[in-house]
């Protein structure tokens, strides 16, 4: 389904959800609760944000959540521009490319490369924190 | 008094959380003070649609359970 983002008829300050996904594409059954939670969270007009840290950034590595699709579900491709279009920011550990040896450039165009001090910054500014 | 719904979305069928992500584009396409119907059978949809709608600051009109569906009627108050 196409989502159209509208979501700019709220008067109070909105609260903030940071997910963290530690898990990566050798755990696909992991890989879709982050993006449908914030993909919902957006929908509530809940400010939300996916941090892809340590194995987690192999999802967000170009051409791989076009390969994985489970049971039911539609391709987790799919379900990370559902989420992108919702308004989801995506967020990739700096250090986690050298940690995982993903070139910096080779992320979804989407996804923002940041550092240690923003992940620490997202969790301390978010009202909730859930990490899969 | 019976309140009239000014559109109807029929989620009958939908598992979460479509019923929540549809319901939110539904009242995107409302206009204040008009009421919107959503009809659903997933057991999950009351709860989830009673927080969207709470979180959204919106009015939640009335809840009805029909056999294993629901009818939520949201107004639109901003």
Redesign the interface.
């Known amino acids: 389904m196409s989502i159209s983002w509208k979501g700019n008829w709220m008067s109070v300050k909105k609260k903030k959800i940071l997910y963290v996904q530690t898990s990566g594409t050798d755990t696909p059954e992991r890989a879709y609760a982050p993006f449908i939670l914030a993909t919902t969270a957006a929908m509530m007009n809940v400010d939300a944000t996916v941090y892809f840290v340590i194995k987690g950034i192999t999802l967000v590595k170009k051409g791989e959540a076009e390969k994985i699709k489970i049971g039911s579900f539609p391709s987790l491709r799919e379900v990370m521009d559902q989420a992108i279009k919702a308004g989801v920011k995506l967020a990739v550990c700096e250090q986690s490319c050298g940690l995982m040896g993903i070139p910096r450039g080779d992320f979804t165009k989407e996804a923002q490369i940041v550092g240690a001090a923003t992940l620490n910054d997202l969790a301390l500014s978010a009202d909730a924190v859930l990490c899969f | 008094m019976k309140v009239k719904p000014d559109r109807t979305l029929d989620c009958v069928g939908l598992y979460c959380?479509?019923p929540?992500?549809?319901t939110?584009?539904e009242l995107?396409e409302l206009k204040v003070g008009e009421v919107l119907e959503v009809l659903a059978d997933d057991p999950a949809a009351e709860s989830d649609i009673r927080?969207?709608v709470k979180?959204?600051?919106q009015e939640l009109v009335d809840v009805t359970k029909e056999g294993s569906a629901v009818r939520i009627l949201i107004r639109k108050i901003?």
Request: charged share 45%; hydrophobic share 35%; no cysteine.
């Open positions: 959380p479509e929540v992500f549809k939110r584009l995107d927080s969207l979180n959204l600051e901003r």
